[in-house]
């Protein structure tokens, strides 16, 4: 209903805190180019996943959902010397586009991009060891929220802060025919409702989640801290 003004006080916020950044414009423009959804996260919702992970001191954070690899950027940013970033990616051209981009912006020896479905992924890096991450960022598709949380948890510690976005869908997640398996968003809405159940019923987590307005509309982020396991 007023994305127009939104979409313009995200740019006011974002002209007046977030410095140049000509790598990251070359990210989007890259990214555009070669035809990835416009789903991206924004300037401003990259800067405050970088200040979370700032607060938090991370040193280690799993991405779930790659895309274009600006969200990667942003968090891997907010690592110190010696930190590492795992994300995966299912879609092959979309992992390949971000490690450019990743490789761009200088990054190519904190991040690790991972090819395949998390589902499959997950599971690996449980085997092999590469937990616990100090921070989770969940990312992909929504159907399998509940799954990835699930697996967030395996990989995680207490203190582990776990970011989902994409939580609210400027409502859509109320709509009652969510829980119709042939309702037409194909189990988005399903997909977020289950991880909130989750979230609720989950011992070892506290968590809320808190709404966004902006250029990408209304929707929000999910802030769940691991405080037993
Ligand atoms: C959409 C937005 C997202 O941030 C995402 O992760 C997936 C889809 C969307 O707007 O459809
Ligand atoms: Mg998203």
Request: net charge negative.
């Amino acid at each position: 209903m007023n994305h127009d003004l939104w979409t313009a006080l995200d740019g006011y916020i974002a002209e007046h805190l977030l410095p140049p950044d000509p790598v990251l414009d070359a990210v989007l423009a890259a990214s555009d180019a070669a035809g990835l959804p416009p789903i991206g996260i924004t300037p401003n919702q990259g800067k405050l996943l970088e200040l979370l992970a700032r607060i938090h001191g991370a040193h280690s954070i799993l991405e779930l959902g790659t895309l274009g690899g600006y969200s990667t950027i942003w968090l891997a940013r907010a690592l110190p010397e010696g930190g590492r970033l795992i994300t995966l990616e299912r879609e092959p051209h979309y992992a390949a586009l971000a490690s450019a981009n990743i490789s761009s912006a200088g990054l190519a020896d904190t991040v690790q991009v991972r090819v395949g479905p998390a589902l499959q992924t997950l599971p690996e890096l449980h085997g092999e060891g590469a937990g616990p991450f100090d921070m989770i960022f969940i990312d992909a598709d929504k159907q399998n929220y509940p799954g990835y949380l699930e697996w967030s948890l395996e990989l995680s510690r207490v203190g582990t802060l776990i970011v989902g976005d994409n939580v609210v869908r400027a409502g859509a997640i109320l709509d009652p025919k969510a829980e119709d398996p042939s309702f037409e968003d194909g189990g988005i809405a399903a997909g977020v409702r289950r991880f909130y159940e989750l979230l609720a019923a989950e011992p070892r987590v506290s968590a809320t989640a808190i709404q966004t307005v902006g250029a990408k509309g209304h929707d929000g982020f999910a802030l769940a801290l691991v405080t037993a396991l």
